[in-house]
């Protein structure tokens, strides 16, 4: 039964993503993991793991699908968002069928860490604990909004999990077989995401309770069996224990990168990371100076970089994240930060998990109170991962999205199979600790009375079909869960980004403009990687974040035109951009040049639909211009608008001639950032107001008048 539930479990997550764009990340970790396996290369997305990209990057490079060209600018700086953008959506490649396919590879690590849940449940609760823990958890929103994407959230929590069941395993039995499988399933979350650190002081608290536990030690070599009784041998036999482990872990990290320092095929060539070693090891990131907690580890890097100690593309990523970790453009409940805030993360978890999952972990609780907490025996390394990742969780300073709290479900859904205790001692009991120090099977403790506990557990059944009733209702927009208590057309105001809106609603676009034909022209400004072409979406582009990625949104654009084709190349430049004036040919190093300018009518904003993402809405993408607006955004504007006005009014010469009088590159950085901040004030004046309508919680859509966009922009 648990097979055949995990099995429809993978289909039905699937199924819920088959109409889902790619996420914001998806397509860099996509590239990424082709790459390593096509090129042997490793300087795309390293902060990200290797394992979960090799699994998204396998099925896409064994498939028929053209990878973007080695040599490219996107490819010698190490640009994984341009280069996952190209190999979906610019070379002809069937962008949905690749998704489908990564999706698949990644969504069987969700399947695994199912039946990890289910069998350690079954252990300590017995076979209706296990399938209670298996029913909240493939049931979850949170699991299936997370689980099949290409991302390393759901590898994390896979390996988290696994990594504290067997080093729990170690410290009671030592065997070859127990470290050989300890060491590559923590080897495999080191490479899953490098926030794997925190397995340390799980294992560390987990040590200090076995040593104090006072029961022999277990240790077998083949034929040969010892028991070690004093405190201080049991220590020294952990200790060399943990040690073969992390020699185990060292060794999976360089098999991922096969056993290779550089990162680079070709490391003599001109290649780089997209950003360099010295800014990675002494920056902290915009206006946050370097501070004493992040010099050590940055120090430790370094020493390691120097030594060739580790893969360079994973020393790297380590620094990245180290950097990362301490500031970032966050949003909660109306206020944004770089810091964050300590209960960002409990907030998220209280209104992103189904009311029924409190009330089953209630049950869970009683019952160990009415057992005087036997029921929870053997329970320990649970409660101290839970212990530890809430406390990192809790101090960190990357408040960006809830599925960051994916790796504490599957303990927290373990523990709620302790409430098959109120099924009855017949098809419940209470967990034993086996010698070995895995979870025995539920052992009987004896009978309770069954009119006493059936209303309790005719309650725990009513629980779990509400839970199953409102995952069905939900269907397929799980990663725009909230469950009540924030109500989900008011999720926007709450929480965005990955915890609502991560850029995978955009094939809703198209049919919510096919349905409104008099509701044109429609703007839309889009969170997210995917191509608003791939999926017919005819919106004149808005600002969005990541805008370089998307299909024609530069104002101001310069093609490259060969010498012997320009006589041809120009007239058929004009036909196939019709929404942009040719201002001119030019010529440089590179040979010639065409500069093709937006009309005006295409750079104004006029009266229509306006599409904008949650997170677009709230202004949390960028460091130039984030939160509320301010004098100092005001002014910048005005400046903004007072540099562009010749380029975007005026007659056809007079703008060709305005042109020619500036520096092409310095006129299209300014016409960005005109767009950038007239969309943070158009954002700011629409979240005054209610949204016309929604598309699945996420896009919100406003029809605004002349008069709207005067207040709005004047």
């Given at each position: ?34 790459s ?27 498939g ?32 949905g ?50 689980g ?29 077989g ?16 490098l ?35 004093p ?44 950003f ?18 992040a010099?050590?580890p ?14 360079e ?69 649970l409660?101290?991962?839970l212990?530890?990742y ?14 960051y ?11 709620c ?76 105001r ?22 409104h ?62 929404s ?6 030019g ?31 709230q ?96």
């Open positions: 039964m648990a097979a055949l539930i995990l099995l429809l479990f993978w289909a039905f997550m699937l199924s819920s993503l088959r109409n889902k764009s790619l996420t914001f990340d998806e397509g860099a970790y996509a590239a990424a993991g082709a390593y396996w096509r090129l042997g290369d490793y300087r795309l997305n390293p902060e990200a793991g290797a394992l979960p990209q090799r699994v998204a990057g396998l099925p896409l490079a064994l028929p699908f053209k990878f973007p060209p080695p040599g490219t600018n996107h490819w010698r700086d190490s640009i994984a968002p341009s280069l996952g953008y190209d190999y979906f959506y610019s070379l002809g490649n069937d962008a069928r690749m998704a489908a396919r990564g999706r698949a590879a990644c969504g069987a690590m969700a399947v695994l860490l199912g039946a990890l849940v289910w069998a350690w449940s079954r252990r300590l609760f017995g076979a209706a604990g296990g399938m209670i823990s298996l029913l909240l958890y493939v049931l979850s929103p949170t699991v299936l909004a997370n099949a994407l290409m991302t390393s959230d759901m590898a994390a929590a896979l390996f988290f999990a696994a990594a504290t069941w067997a080093w729990w395993a170690v410290l009671h039995r030592v065997s070859p127990r470290l050989l499988v300890g060491g590559l399933l923590t080897g495999g979350l080191f490479v899953s995401k926030s794997a650190i925190l397995i340390v002081p799980v294992v560390a608290v987990l040590l200090v309770a076995r040593l104090l536990e006072g029961r022999p030690l277990s240790v077998a070599f083949g034929r040969r069996h010892w028991e070690i009784v405190r201080a041998r049991q220590a020294l036999a952990l200790a060399l224990a943990g040690l073969a482990q992390v020699a185990v872990v060292v060794v999976v990290i360089w098999g991922f990168y096969g056993f290779r320092y550089s990162a680079f095929a070709h490391p003599a060539a001109q290649n780089h990371f997209q360099s070693w010295e800014y990675v090891l002494k920056e902290a990131g915009p206006g946050v100076p370097p501070g004493p907690p010099e050590l940055l120090r430790a890097v370094d020493f390691m970089r120097r030594h060739e100690l580790l893969p593309a994973w020393l790297y990523g380590l620094g990245i994240i180290l950097n990362r970790t301490r500031f970032g453009v966050a949003f909660w409940n109306g206020s944004t930060s770089t810091t964050g805030w300590p209960g960002f993360f409990p907030y998220t978890f209280l209104v992103k998990t189904p009311l029924a999952v409190f009330a089953v972990l209630v049950l869970a609780l009683a019952a160990g109170v009415a057992s005087r907490r036997k029921v929870f025996h053997g329970t320990l390394p409660w101290v991962f212990a530890v809430w406390l990192a969780a809790i101090n960190s300073h990357l408040d960006i999205g809830h599925r709290l994916l790796p504490v479900y599957a303990p927290v859904f373990i523990l199979g302790a409430s098959a205790y109120w099924f009855g001692a017949r098809s419940s009991g209470i967990a034993s600790q086996s010698s070995a120090g895995v979870p025995a099977r539920g052992l009987n403790d004896g009978r309770r009375d069954a009119c006493a506990t059936f209303p309790v557990a005719s309650l725990l059944c009513t629980l779990l079909a509400l839970h199953a009733a409102e995952s069905l209702w939900r269907y397929p927009n799980y990663l725009a869960y909230f469950n009540g208590i924030v109500r989900p057309k008011e999720a926007y709450h929480l965005v980004d990955s915890s609502l809106d991560w850029g995978q609603d955009l094939p809703a676009v198209k049919p919510y403009i096919d349905a034909p008099g509701g044109g022209p429609f703007y839309l400004s889009y969170f997210g990687l995917a191509s608003p072409g791939y999926y017919g979406v005819t919106a004149r582009p808005l600002y969005s974040f990541g805008a370089r990625y998307l299909d024609g949104f530069e104002d101001l654009r310069v093609v490259n035109v060969p010498e012997s084709e320009v006589s041809e190349e120009l007239p058929r430049l004009e036909l196939a951009q019709p942009y004036d040719l201002m001119g040919l010529r440089g190093a590179g040979g010639a040049f065409a500069v093709l300018l937006k009309k005006p009518g295409e750079l104004h904003l006029g009266a229509g639909t306006y599409l904008i993402s949650a997170t677009m809405l202004s949390v993408c960028d460091w130039a211009v984030h939160g509320a607006w301010n004098e100092r955004y005001e002014a910048t504007y005005r400046q903004l608008e007072k540099e562009v006005q010749p380029l975007i009014d005026g007659d056809y010469e007079a703008r060709r001639d305005e042109l020619r009088q500036r520096d092409i590159a310095a006129s299209q950085l300014r016409l960005y950032q005109f767009e950038q901040y007239r969309l943070a004030r158009l954002a700011a004046y629409l979240r005054l107001r209610t949204p016309d309508d929604t598309l699945n919680d996420t896009i919100l859509v406003y029809r605004l008048t002349d008069a709207d966009l005067v207040r709005a922009l004047e």
